[in-house]
């Protein structure tokens, strides 16, 4: 037994387990660590995205719908072009890597940003405080 251990080129040994067990291993592990901490800043970049929509709709209906909602002012070019405020509003309000990540996120950023829109503004309708 003493022989065969002694015959035992043990760098390659500890190099073969290094290439075949603990590298595919490590390296797995780095891109679940990665992923979930992408994840994470989606999340987080997603949360100040909808909370800057809150509040630019919230801005928009005080300062523009309020005044001009019932009267003849207010037809769907109207709505439209508020609709485009509260837009540049919140897009004014992300940072450019916040930006970047969330229309990566999400291919139809704009479709994606005109609901979230239309939640908040329905949510502002009804659940008025």
């Known amino acids: 037994m003493d022989k065969v251990l002694n015959n ?9 387990i290094w290439t075949v067990v603990l ?3 490590i390296t797995y592990l780095g891109t679940q ?11 987080k970049y997603t949360d100040i995205l909808y909370q800057n929509v809150v509040d630019a709709v919230k801005d928009v209906y005080e300062t523009i719908v309020k005044d001009i909602k019932g009267t003849s ?8 072009e508020v609709k485009d405020i509260a837009k540049t509003k919140v897009l004014n309000s992300l940072t450019s890597s ?11 950023f ?3 940003l005109d609901s979230l829109i239309g939640t908040s503004l329905y949510d ?5 405080k």
């Not at 035992?8 to 073969?16: H, S």
């Not at 660590?33 to 999340?43: P, R, S, T």
């Not at 916040?98 to 139809?108: F, G, M, R, S, V």
């Open 33 to 43: 660590i990665g992923n979930y901490v992408k994840a994470k800043k989606i999340d």
């Open 98 to 108: 916040a930006y970047q990540i969330l229309k990566t996120a999400n291919e139809d």
């Open 124 to 128: 502002l309708k009804n659940y008025k």
């Open 8 to 16: 035992i080129d043990w760098t390659q040994v500890i190099y073969t």
């Open 73 to 80: 002012y207010w037809n769907t070019e109207k709505m439209n």
């Open 110 to 112: 704009d479709e994606y």
């Open 23 to 25: 590298l595919p291993i």
